[in-house]
């Protein structure tokens, strides 16, 4: 069974011994999260298919899983997909977390705000709960023994967006400081967007299917100089096009930042954490091997 321990926002500050633990949630601000009025019971829809879908989220946090047996000092953060409505929380979280602890690596799974607020960018609330949960995670990075300079992310369709944000964008502040903890950089060490979403014009709003192709990039990405090496992961019979994913490796290498790019045959979008058969489902192994490749261990 495991053993969860949930921790007051007074903890964060407080100084830890280590404790046996293997789950620990954390809210991502101390009171009401930027522009929220109401603190409301996060929603869930269950379907068919299984996959755990939240929603209404007003009061984001995070959740660190540490593996049984660590091999790393390495931590990922994972920002499930949903178009910025939804979060597919276990399908494309928690799921995703359990395969890295079980190869020894540390995981977070954030429950960023949604769905889209109005009158601001569809990312904007998602994006401030993403720089503001590395800033936590850095912050707890001794208790929970991890390298603070080994710290990255991965996401998956809006979540995979929202990842380009988080390394593209770390110098760029996605809200006004209110603390201590907004004195902790958010910059991350390497990037996995897995089908990421509104990368490309024709598909920014999430109205419109992207085709990809002579698409131009859209503005949302600053390619500061924090940009981290980055592995992307994409299917060529997505209707979000893996043109998005190609254009990003593409001004990676421009750039002379180390990029690997999997692109996989007659795959569609959505395929998370269950890909079915020899073809795709060693994405996440591919993804693991390119982490140890690229030095991250």
Known sequence: MKQVKRWSWLGLWLACAAVAYSEETL?????????????????????????????????PTLTFFAPEEKRTDACVVIFPGGGYQILAYDYEGTEIADFFNQKGMAAVVVKYRVPRRDGVPKHQAAWQDAQRAIRLVRANADKWGIDPDKIGAMGFSAGGHLTLL??????????????????????????????????????????????????????????????????????????ISAMGSVAVYHELRKRNIPAELHIYAKIGHGFGARPQGDHLGNWLPAVYAWLKESCIF
């Open 27 to 59: 809210p991502l601000w101390p009171d009401l999260a930027p522009g929220e009025k109401v603190r409301r019971e996060d929603q869930e829809n269950p379907q068919k298919d299984g996959i755990r879908r939240i929603h209404e989220v007003t009061s």
């Open 166 to 239: 988080t390394a593209l964008n770390s110098q760029t502040p996605a809200y006004q400081p209110i603390d201590e903890l907004d004195k902790i950089p958010c910059h991350i060490s390497f990037a996995v967007p897995v089908y990421p979403a509104y990368v490309l014009e024709d598909g920014k709003d999430g109205a419109n299917k992207e085709k990809g192709n002579d698409s131009p990039m859209v503005n949302d990405f600053a390619w500061d100089a924090k940009t981290p090496p980055m592995c992307l992961i994409h299917g060529d019979a997505d209707g």
